[in-house]
């Protein structure tokens, strides 16, 4: 069989020119690559689109190959090529060309050479071409197929945050985040943003190269999370559950720190629902709070440095919901629009308002000298209209649209009240006329018209009737419920059922009832 010299030449030439993009792929791939860190994905992203005021930069992990990689391979492996086919021309070109010493009288060799170089270098660029191809095709195709795939994740996540109201409050600084951030365990870095996208479709790689789940449905039962604000670590599950926050607020000595513990008391009480704590100082606070109300103890003044910020859990695991009462003193309620200790009020998803009956004149007439004693001692100094205006003036100068919002009126110390003989109404309709008949009808005119839903609540901390109907807890069951927070049916629910207290009815229904 004869094989012809310029078969043998061009075998020998495309087998090198293969040679030479293989050796310059396996420096690009493997001996000496440009990886694309997080810290230079990172660079690039902020060069692009930097980060604006309230805005975390990208977090530190491994972008999607098809997205940074593939394409700093590709170049790095085109640099890598040509620097070899340079390397290949040079002496033959220096030879042949610029320094020429009568090699051309050796003709054909010279062009033999030239021919085979020629060659070589014509399959290097199409072995390139080749893989530019492919590495553009697949890329392509990936992107393709991550982007909507990451887009309906984003959506489908989305849906279910605003369905579940899974908001995640810190109870350390009461910023409100749409997520928290989420810590790695291996090198503790924090990763603001666990959406599906670049840095991974089900999963990503941090920086460390731990592996971290992506979507906060999943990453809040698997890494800690962490305020985005401050840091301070959140519980487990914060940014998956249902977040509820209720801010209590009334006057100086109006019992609202009463009837926070009060109603968790209530609450606790109630059959076959699950009340847990999320964490140690959480648990600490709720057993001090709930052996007061259950001992009978007077509950102590609220400092005016410090906040109330009660924490429980209803229910197990991924079938729960984490429930936020929020207290101040009554001092920073006189002018509730300047101090930043009322910060809670902002994210209110459901207010309650606690009235001292003490404070209104119609009815302290009501009680003789001999409760001149226990007036001095319980009543709240201040107008409950004025408490109420100031914290209602406060929510319209921030912005915050209260009548998308829900409040609970309640008058306390109902105990009281009754042990002095007066006869008190039971139903919200029938409480709001009798607090207009005492003098406050501007509040429940205002509360009527500034909020979506109002109800009327008389409630007691000590010896509560046994129909329920001054149950402490019903307040917070309402708001409870109105927040989607299925509750197990309670006997004093069901006792008074019959009036419009826990299950929200038309004005219509509730006047026809009343």
């Known amino acids: 069989m004869n094989i012809s010299p310029l078969a043998v030449e061009m075998a020998c030439a495309l087998a090198s020119g293969v040679a030479v993009f293989a050796i310059g792929l396996v420096q690009a791939l493997v001996r000496d690559p440009d990886l694309i860190v997080p810290a230079i994905a990172r660079a690039d992203q902020l060069k ?14 491994w972008p999607f190959y098809p997205f940074r990689q593939g394409w700093a391979d590709l170049e790095r492996t085109r640099e890598n090529v040509v620097d070899m086919g340079i390397a290949l021309w040079r002496r033959p070109a220096r030879a042949f060309f610029r320094d020429a010493r009568g090699w051309w009288v050796l003709f054909p060799v010279p062009l033999a050479i030239l021919s085979f170089l020629v060659m070589a270098s014509l399959a290097c660029a199409f072995c ?11 890329s392509g195709a990936s992107q393709a197929f991550l982007v909507p795939a990451a887009t309906m ?20 600084c009461f910023h409100v985040t749409q997520w928290p951030a989420y810590q790695c365990p291996a090198c503790l870095n924090a990763h603001h943003d666990v959406r599906p996208g670049r840095l991974g479709l089900l999963s990503r790689r941090c920086e460390c190269g731990t592996h971290l789940p ?59 629902l699950d009340v847990s704590f999320p964490d140690k100082d959480s648990r600490d606070l709720a057993e001090f709070g709930l052996s007061i109300i259950r001992s009978g103890r007077e509950t102590a003044k609220t400092s005016t440095n410090a906040q109330v910020a009660l924490s429980f859990k209803l229910g197990k695991e991924r079938r729960s919901e984490f429930v936020h009462l929020f207290d101040a003193a009554g001092e920073h309620f006189r002018d509730a629009r300047r101090p930043d200790a009322l910060r809670f009020l902002d994210d209110g998803q459901g207010l309650v308002y606690v009235l001292d009956p003490f404070s209104i004149d119609a009815i302290r007439k009501q009680f003789g000298e001999n409760d001149a004693t226990l007036l001095v001692a319980h009543a709240a100094t201040g ?15 921030s912005g915050i649209p209260a ?17 002095a003989g007066l006869d008190l109404p039971s139903g919200s309709e029938a409480i709001a006329r009798w607090l207009s008949d005492a003098g406050v009808h501007n509040l429940v005119m205002s509360a009527g018209r500034e909020f979506a839903e109002v109800r009327f609540f008389i409630v007691a901390s000590q010896e509560v009737m046994a129909d329920g109907q001054d149950d402490p807890g ?10 989607g927070v299925r509750l197990p049916t ?25």
């Not at 692009?48 to 992990?61: M, R, T």
């Not at 107008?383 to 100068?397: C, H, Q």
């Open 48 to 61: 692009v689109k930097p980060a604006g005021p309230g805005e975390f930069p990208p977090d530190l992990a």
């Open 214 to 272: 992506t979507m906060a449905s999943r990453t809040a039962w698997r890494l800690t999370a962490l305020c985005q604000r401050c840091e301070t670590p959140l519980p487990t599950g914060a940014g998956a559950v249902r977040d509820i926050r209720i801010p209590v607020f009334g006057d100086i000595s109006a019992g609202k720190t009463r009837f926070l513990y009060a109603s968790l008391n209530s609450l606790t009480q109630t059959g076959r």
């Open 128 to 138: 390139f071409m080749v893989y530019a191809l492919v590495t553009v095709l697949c």
């Open 403 to 419: 009548n998308v919002q829900r409040l609970a009126v309640v008058v306390s110390k109902a105990d009281l009240l009754r042990s």
């Open 490 to 514: 309670d006997p004093a629910d069901v006792a008074g059922s019959s009036d419009d207290r826990t299950t929200p009815v038309p004005s219509e229904t509730a006047e026809a009832r009343s």
């Open 153 to 172: 994740l984003r959506w489908a996540e989305r849906r279910r945050r605003g369905r579940m109201q899974t908001q995640a409050a810190c109870m350390a």
């Open 383 to 397: 107008d409950p209209e004025l408490t109420y205006e100031e914290v209602a003036s406060r929510l319209r100068d």
């Open 474 to 483: 019903a307040p917070l069951r309402w708001l409870l419920s109105a927040h």
